[in-house]
């Protein structure tokens, strides 16, 4: 599966104005839900929770890559937030973020496709000009093909 293919431009959001992780990861999947992705959102939300609680999804440098594989998924999707103000967030680094990359994905990927395309992100955003791109860009397409 192509990163192209769950990334789509309508789930790129720019200047966010949530104030807490339980804001941002809401907004986000009230927009992957209105697009049918999700089917409960309550659900979802707290499977990306549980998830949180093992351990960091701020990668660092500014940006959080938390994740969920629910019962409560339709179809594999990516959601970005880009927030005014950078928000607490357990980071390797320690430091707030300001791009939140949500991965929601089915339960039944038995693939682990999810976690190939979380390492593809990833390494993306090893490359500092990938990371500007998606911190700064205001170009959805942009975006979309740094990360691919």
């Known amino acids: 599966m192509e990163l192209t293919t769950i990334l ?3 789930f790129i959001q720019f200047d966010m104005k949530a104030q807490t992780k339980n804001q941002v ?3 986000l999947i009230e927009q992957l839900a209105a697009s049918g992705m999700v089917t409960s959102k ?3 939300l707290e499977d990306v929770l549980e998830r949180e609680k093992l351990g960091p999804t701020g990668i660092g440098s500014g940006i959080a890559i ?3 594989k629910s019962i409560h998924v339709n179809e594999a999707a990516i ?6 103000d ?4 357990e980071s390797l680094d320690d430091q ?3 791009t939140i990359i949500l991965f929601a994905v089915p339960e039944s990927d038995h693939q682990n496709t999810h976690l190939k395309l979380l390492a593809k992100v990833a390494s993306s955003l090893a490359n500092e000009k990938t990371c500007y791109i998606v911190l700064y860009s205001n170009d959805k397409e942009e975006i979309i093909e740094a990360l691919s």
């Not at 959601?79 to 005014?84: E, F, K, L, T």
């Not at 950078?86 to 967030?89: H, K, L, Q």
């Open 79 to 84: 959601a970005i937030g880009r927030m005014v």
């Open 8 to 10: 789509q431009s309508n």
């Open 66 to 68: 938390p994740h969920g």
């Open 25 to 27: 990861l809401e907004q």
């Open 96 to 98: 707030p973020v300001k």
């Open 86 to 89: 950078v928000i607490e967030w």
């Open 42 to 44: 309550q659900g979802f």
